[in-house]
Every structure is written in structure tokens, then in C-alpha cells.
């Protein structure tokens, strides 16, 4: 059995807080939200835990992340543990790590996939530090990854940041793949011969090179709501998938299919695209071709 502390008991923090125990763990949670938190402040929070201890954080990334590595620096003691599995970005973990370690505490970083379902499915982790503290955590990272050889559920990615980084990759992965996904579906509906689009991306969930997790969501999504109408095709970005194609072009590596796919959720936000405007207007200069008016 190992003690944890947890700061933040979101969608993710809290389903984490709960598998964590099922296995046996004891875990002492803070959040801002009076109705899910154990901890009244983190102060209490670190007060409660016994040394040497281990703090997890799953805030969100940025400010919020920093502020609450500060705090915890001058809140913990030489020989604690602190881990941050929210989504930061990889180059704020070297500056997070400098700070603790100027102070004896340890550091890690976790990259965590799995959303809401990581709960019963367990969570894919990827682990960026020193080796040492990889393993005095790991307890908590088996208890947190699916049922099944650890290697298929778990990764010590590298140093400092390594874990992040491959997370953002991961993303990137993630964002390609529901692009074709989501183009793939649009062209079924487009098409005057498929009668049943529902049926057949269900069809595609065994035997087929796309079977996957996102394809069953998809499927899932579809048995909901069998045309996709209930939702606006309205996309936001978590911020990953731009880190990558920063990482892409800084490598001079190709990503056409990633940068297509942040694009696409780009163009999902304008209700009126200016750059199709643009597109109407200039056909209508060169060649006279129709055009909508605004409003008409």
C-alpha cells in the first residue's frame, strides 16, 4: 500500500483517485471543489501525508501547474516525491524539476491517456526522470495502467520532459486519426449508394486494418445519435497538437496528416470561413462562376 496526495480531482483526477483506492492505496485528495475534496488546502494536504511523500498533480497546464509546483516546493521536503500528469507542456518540466530539486524533491513527469474511461480501462502512462523515482513510484503507475503485461500500458519514456513529450505525440497521433475518422464518416453520408452509414462503420469493429478504441467511440457516438446532428461540428484543441507541429518543423520532420488535423479543427470554429470567402470571390473574378450572397 502506498499514501499518495492527489491536487486535483477534475474528470480525470477524481475517476484516478477512485481506481487508486480500489487497488488498495490510500489517497488524500485536494481540490477547490468543496464536495470532492479530502484536503481542506494543500497545506493540510501535505500536513496529513507522512514522509517521505509523494504529491501527484492533475491540474490544468500552464499558471495553474506552476503555481502549484511553487506552492508544494515550499510546502514539502527534501525526499518527496512531486508528479505532475496533467498536460503540460515538456519544456515546463525541466523549469519544474530545477525548482524542487533546489529543495531535495523529486520530480516526474507523466503523460496520461485514457479520458473518462480510464477509470475501469485503466490509464496508458508515459514517465519522463530518474530512474530511481520511477520506480519508488511504481506501485501507483501499476495500479493506474490497464490489467495486462506492463510494458502494453506503461513507459519510462526518458529524462525530464520525456514523458510529456511523448504524450504530445501521442495527441498528435490522436488527432490524425479522428480526422480520417471523422472525413471517412462525412463521405459515407455524402454518398447516394450507402443507405446505412451507422451499420457499416459498425461493420468495420472486427476483422478490419481500422478497428480500434476511437473507432468503438465512433460507433458509440453513432448508436447515440445515427447522423451526428445533436452536435455543432465545433472542435477545440487542446494545445498538444500545436506543441507538436512547433516539434515537427523544429526537427524538419513532415506531418501532413497531424498539421491537416489541427487545421480542420481550426476551420470548425469560423462560422463563416474568411478564407472561403476569399476563394468564392476570386473564382467569381477569373472565371464568373456563382456565388451565395451573405444572407441571400
Do not use: C
Request: aromatic share 6%; charged share 25%; hydrophobic share 40%.
Amino acid at each position: 500500500m502506498v499514501q499518495l496526495g492527489l491536487v486535483g480531482l477534475g474528470r480525470m483526477g477524481f475517476n484516478m483517485r477512485e481506481r487508486l483506492r480500489a487497488a488498495g492505496h490510500e489517497v488524500v485528495g485536494y481540490d477547490r471543489n468543496p464536495e470532492v475534496t479530502d484536503a481542506t488546502s494543500l497545506e493540510d494536504l501535505a500536513s496529513t501525508l507522512d514522509a517521505p511523500r509523494i504529491v501527484w498533480i492533475m491540474v490544468p497546464a500552464g499558471d495553474p501547474t506552476r503555481q502549484t509546483v511553487v506552492e508544494l516546493g515550499n510546502l514539502l521536503g527534501e525526499g518527496d516525491l512531486v508528479i505532475d500528469g496533467g498536460n503540460s507542456k515538456f519544456t515546463d518540466d525541466k523549469l519544474n524539476a530545477e525548482l524542487l530539486a533546489a529543495k531535495g524533491i523529486g520530480y516526474l513527469d507523466v503523460g496520461v491517456s485514457g479520458g473518462i474511461w480510464g477509470k475501469d480501462n485503466g490509464y496508458g502512462l508515459m514517465v519522463g526522470g530518474e530512474a530511481a523515482n520511477v520506480e519508488r513510484a511504481m506501485p501507483i503507475f501499476d495500479a493506474l495502467r490497464p490489467d495486462g503485461p506492463r510494458e502494453e500500458g506503461f513507459s519510462h519514456a526518458g529524462s525530464i520532459g520525456s514523458g510529456h513529450y511523448a504524450k504530445m505525440i501521442h495527441n498528435g497521433i490522436e488527432y490524425g486519426m479522428m480526422q480520417a475518422f471523422a472525413e471517412g464518416f462525412e463521405l459515407l453520408e455524402a454518398s447516394e449508394i450507402v443507405e446505412n452509414v451507422p451499420e457499416v462503420i459498425k461493420g468495420w469493429q472486427r476483422g478490419t486494418v481500422v478497428r480500434s478504441w476511437l473507432l468503438d467511440l465512433l460507433v458509440r457516438a453513432l448508436d447515440e445519435d445515427p447522423e451526428l446532428d445533436d452536435l455543432e461540428g465545433y472542435v477545440e484543441d487542446s494545445g498538444e497538437g500545436r506543441w507538436t507541429l512547433e516539434e515537427a518543423i523544429e526537427h524538419a520532420v513532415p506531418a501532413p496528416v497531424i498539421s491537416a488535423a489541427l487545421f480542420a479543427r481550426f476551420a470548425s470554429r469560423q462560422e463563416q470561413s474568411p478564407a472561403m470567402r476569399a476563394v468564392a470571390a476570386l473564382r467569381q473574378q477569373f472565371g464568373g462562376h456563382a456565388v451565395k450572397k451573405a444572407g441571400g
